[in-house]
């Protein structure tokens, strides 16, 4: 049988409602036809995207691979049956926190001047993937390790991780902080794109209490009003700068990796390559970050 895109979406439905009841009210059409459908990809596809063994349906490990691959193949059909978008074809580069740290300025000059034509969007989307699991962008920028399926990533670098603490606190007296210094207080963790779980700290010394929040700006907020310190790299202090908060170097914590991702075994935008290679060269320090303005001060202000 020949697969149409409604198999597609009668898939995703199902996905993200996780009832064969709540799909087919959201795409108005009946149960037993919705069932068919699903059956009709599986079959297709010769494997189990669905289990259907309890009463909220799950997908499979095959029914998570696909899922990206069925969303990034209608995000793309949509955008080239978008009669606006016929003009120019933007590449689209996610991230959910602090971009390429200081470079991020000079990147975005140098793909201006040099690929006028392919207009890069720099969009901050609060994902761990930054938007590539649902085809809101079409490469990424993403800090620790990305295990998601179907994804080519290429490091640029790795960052320092550095202690954010209230300016006013004994912490920020001093040059330098362990992990062990911040375990005595609570700490704010990002639990959708942060790159700190408590699996920084040892088993018998981690911090006794934590804040989850969802976004960079909630995780700002918890340590601007001094609720709680926090650890990211050294991207964030050039990124994000408010008076109440202190950034020191953080010793004895593994540097993370930083990463340019975009989905694999699919025609992408024809520009990734050229985003790769101008990148690496921004990165390689043929860029001097400072004469955009964005290199900080020794107190990580810029």
């Not at 149960?31 to 995207?49: I, N, Y």
């Not at 926090?230 to 010793?251: C, D, E, K, Q």
């Not at 975009?262 to 860029?287: C, F, K, M, N």
């Amino acid at each position: 049988m020949t697969m149409e895109l409604r198999h597609l979406r009668a898939f995703l439905a199902i996905a993200e409602e996780g009832t064969i009841t709540r799909a087919a009210a959201r795409l108005h059409t009946g149960q037993p036809a919705l069932s068919r459908t699903l059956r009709q990809l599986e079959d297709h596809l010769g494997v189990r995207l669905v289990d259907r063994s309890t009463h909220h349906l799950e997908l499979t490990a095959e029914g998570r691979t696909f899922r990206q691959k069925a969303t990034a193949a209608l995000a793309a059909v949509d955008a080239a049956l978008d009669p606006g978008a016929l003009g120019v074809w933007p590449l689209r580069l996610g991230h959910p926190w602090a971009a390429l740290g200081p470079y991020t300025v000079p990147l975005l000059r140098r793909w201006d001047e040099e690929h006028p034509d392919v207009p890069l969007e720099l969009r901050r989307i609060d994902d761990r993937l930054a938007g590539l699991a649902h085809g809101a962008v079409d490469v990424a920028l993403l800090r620790g390790p990305v295990t998601a399926p179907g994804l080519v990533t290429v490091q640029l670098l790795t960052e320092e991780r550095v202690a954010v603490v209230p300016a006013d606190s004994d912490l920020a007296a001093r040059e330098t902080l362990t992990p062990a210094d911040l375990a005595a207080w609570p700490v704010v963790l990002n639990t959708v794109a942060g790159t700190t779980t408590l699996d920084l700290w040892p088993v018998d010394a981690r911090p006794a209490t934590t804040i989850e929040v969802t976004n960079t700006d909630e995780w700002l907020t918890a340590i601007a009003v001094g609720r709680a310190v926090g650890v990211s790299t050294s991207a964030t202090p050039r990124m994000h700068t408010h008076p109440t908060i202190a950034y020191r170097p953080l010793t004895g914590a593994p540097p993370v990796p930083l990463v340019l991702a975009w989905p694999g075994g699919t025609p992408g935008h024809p520009a990734i390559a050229d985003l790769l290679a101008l990148a690496r060269e921004v990165v390689s320090g043929r860029q001097d970050p400072s004469a955009t303005g964005c290199a900080p001060r020794p107190d990580g202000t810029p």
